[in-house]
């Protein structure tokens, strides 16, 4: 995006943030300087039979030290699969976050692997665990049509606004990025 992108000339270098849910914030963290402890997954993986899981079982998990992005200066981290980080995993990350947690989890994350990586961050962050909330709660509010072909990803737990959610959610979202990259 900073090189051949058309928008390159709109992108400020200095500024650049992160946003990552569920994979996608495993993902983030890792940019950020985390380094996974693929072993820290394995009694996550005793109840799973999921393709990486079964993947870890046989010890085919990469061996070469994994990509960060000095560039990005501030991250939000919402739901991120975390069953990859051990106390010393997140040894490295520097910048701020901010991470969310759902209440009740899902898909293979759970909120005590968050709360473990809220435990174990070493930089300035904030942690917020959304009361009533799903995993799924992180994605925008679905219509109906989508609603329909796709349930489990577009209900939410009985007296759970997603609406209301994301209208908060959002503006503190945005809040924290201005704080940590500069308002313009």
């Known amino acids: 995006m900073l090189d051949a992108s058309p928008a390159a000339s709109n992108i400020d270098p200095q500024r650049i943030g ?39 079982r046989r010890k085919e998990f990469p061996t070469q030290p994994l990509a960060h992005d000095p560039k990005i200066k501030a991250a939000v981290i919402a739901d991120p699969l975390s069953v990859f980080f051990a106390a010393d995993s997140l040894a490295s990350v520097k910048v701020p976050v901010q991470l969310w947690a759902s209440e009740h989890g899902g898909d293979g994350v759970r909120n005590r692997g968050i709360g473990n990586v ?6 300035q962050h904030e942690y917020h665990v959304v009361a009533n909330s799903g ?50």
């Open 18 to 56: 992160f946003f990552g849910f569920s994979r996608g914030g495993y993902t983030g963290l890792v940019a950020i300087g985390a380094n996974p402890d693929w072993t820290a997954a394995t009694a996550f993986c005793q109840e799973s039979s999921s393709h990486w899981c079964e993947q870890i």
């Open 118 to 123: 809220d435990r174990n961050l070493p930089s």
């Open 135 to 184: 995993h799924f709660a992180f994605l925008s509010p679905c219509p109906p049509a989508l609603a329909k072909a796709v349930p489990e990803i577009c209900a939410d737990m009985p007296d759970f606004d997603r609406v209301a959610f994301h209208k908060q959610f959002n503006a503190d979202v945005l809040t924290f990025l201005r704080a940590q990259l500069g308002d313009r």
